[in-house]
């Protein structure tokens, strides 16, 4: 009977670990995965606003509004 009690307590106590264990990290994984999302999602981004910043329309309106900033009255 008590070798009985103290498979019993054993096995508690390896429950107890896995679930203290479980519940310790349980979104390990998930900071890197969005951290990689995100960086994608800005590079993809950026990529736009230089493809949009060299395009002719956007470059001579930049032109005009820094010529107008730095003209003096």
């Known amino acids: 009977m008590a070798e009985r009690g103290r498979?019993?307590?054993?096995?508690?106590?390896?429950?107890?670990?896995?679930?203290?264990t479980?519940?310790?990290?349980p979104d390990e994984g998930a900071a890197t995965a969005e951290y990689a999302v995100v960086l994608?999602?800005?590079?993809?981004?950026a990529a736009v606003l230089v493809a949009l910043l060299k395009s002719g329309a956007v470059k001579s309106l930049l032109q005009a509004l820094v010529n107008k900033a730095l003209k003096v009255v």
């Open 40 to 45: 994608v999602a800005a590079t993809g981004f």
């Open 22 to 25: 479980a519940l310790a990290e």
């Open 7 to 20: 498979q019993v307590k054993g096995q508690i106590c390896l429950l107890d670990a896995r679930v203290r």
